[in-house]
Each structure stands twice: as structure tokens, then as C-alpha cells.
């Protein structure tokens, strides 16, 4: 359904900060220009992202997992609130639930999620936020980065989309390489995948 401008109504789920949502609200008519920003949800209700929906005007949503009992019930409500407000496209930006195989099924191809390295280095279970950083620099790998792909039954094992390289400097620590890999990275390559599927979703409808 798109809305009345039509532009792909699109929801971003989110767990803390929200810096990547942040970046995808700020990128609205300079890089996003077919996608419509219609709901925020997160899976804890203290998410830092939320305050930023909401002083953005946007339908911000909280669900609990642990409230509702578990994933199933969890994924339940998630798909009664995506369908209430008519949502085609979903981005999770540091949301750090794995849906289930069941879930992305349904959005094949309709769920992109943004993660903090070159994929497919330090992905997959356990790999996510600081830990990601902190496995990169036990490596001591010279470049890392972040990759933006679709969302399968695989944890970051969806077809890849887009992806930068970020340099790792001597002396880094875990913060300083996770905030350097947002700046140079994260907070471009979404956006960017965002409009892309967007258009390409409204090109070919199917
Ligand atoms: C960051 O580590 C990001 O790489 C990952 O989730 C974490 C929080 O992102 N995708 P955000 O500030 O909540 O967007």
C-alpha cells in the first residue's frame, strides 16, 4: 500500500540508541525520496529511538518480547502492528531480536538490516554492537566496515545489498572503531539501501 504521496510506507525496528534511525530520518528528501517513514518499533520500551520517532511525529511502538512471553507471540503483535499501518518495507537498524524463519519467510526480500562489518567477517550469532568491534581488533584485521543486506533465515546470511570499508587505526578501541564504522559507514550505507529498494519496489510492484 503506498501512501498518499507514493512513497513505500516503510518501518524501522530498533532496540537502543537509534542513531542508525536517526541517519534515515535525516536523509528524507536529500537520499530517501521513495520511502515514507510511517512507524518505529522497538522491542524495549526505553530505546533511546523511540524519543526520536516521536520528535520526528512518527508512530513510535513498543513491544516487549518477555511481556508477551516469547518470539512467537512477540512476532504475532509485530505483524498486526505492521499490517494496522499498512507497512511494504521494514529496516532494522540495531534491533537485536532474530526473527524467525517463519517471520522473514513472509518478508522475503522486504526486510533489509545494517550490520557493523564486512560480511561475512564477524556475523552471524553473537556478533552484534561492541562485540562485532571488539572480535574485529582481536583479528587484527587493518579494515572493517559495514554491510547492508536482506533479511533471510540465516542471521546476516541474506543477500548483501551494499557494503564499506572502514580503516582500523593503531590504538583503537571497540567505541572508537564502532563510532568511526557508524560515521563512515553505517549511517550512509542505509539510507542509501533504503532508497534504493524503495525505487526499485515501486518500479516493479511484484
Ligand atoms: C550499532 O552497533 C550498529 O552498528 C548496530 O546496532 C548498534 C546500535 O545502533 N546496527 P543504533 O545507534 O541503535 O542505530
Redesign the pocket.
Known amino acids: 500500500m503506498l501512501n498518499e504521496r507514493g512513497k513505500i510506507r516503510t518501518a524501522v525496528l ?10 534515515i530520518l535525516e536523509a528524507r528528501g536529500e537520499v530517501i525520496h521513495h520511502a515514507e517513514i510511517t512507524l518505529v518499533v522497538s522491542n524495549r520500551k526505553n ?3 523511540l524519543e526520536r520517532a516521536k520528535a520526528a511525529g512518527i508512530p513510535a511502538i513498543a513491544i516487549s518480547l518477555k511481556a508477551l512471553g516469547g518470539r512467537e507471540a512477540f512476532e504475532r503483535e509485530l505483524q498486526r502492528v505492521l499490517e494496522l499501518h499498512k507497512i511494504e518495507l521494514i529496516v ?5 531480536t532474530i526473527l524467525s524463519p517463519a517471520f522473514t519467510r513472509r518478508w522475503d526480500h522486504r526486510i533489509l ?4 562489518a564486512l560480511i561475512p567477517s564477524f556475523c552471524g550469532k553473537d556478533y ?3 562485540h ?2 571488539e572480535a574485529a581488533l582481536a583479528r587484527g584485521v587493518k579494515v572493517t566496515g ?1 554491510t547492508v543486506h536482506f533479511v533471510n533465515e540465516i542471521p546476516d546470511g541474506g543477500e548483501i545489498l551494499l557494503q564499506k570499508a572502514v580503516e582500523v587505526l593503531p590504538g583503537d578501541t571497540p567505541e572508537v572503531l ?1 563510532r568511526r ?2 560515521e563512515q559507514a ?1 549511517w550512509i550505507l542505509l539510507p542509501k539501501a533504503v532508497e534504493t529498494v524503495a525505487a526499485d519496489m515501486l518500479a516493479d510492484p511484484s
Open positions: 530498533v532496540s537502543g540508541g537509534g542513531t542508525n534511525l536517526q541517519a530505546a533511546y529511538a532494522l537498524a540495531g534491533f537485536l538490516n545494517i550490520h557493523p552484534y554492537g561492541l562485532v568491534h559495514a564502532q564504522v557508524m553505517e
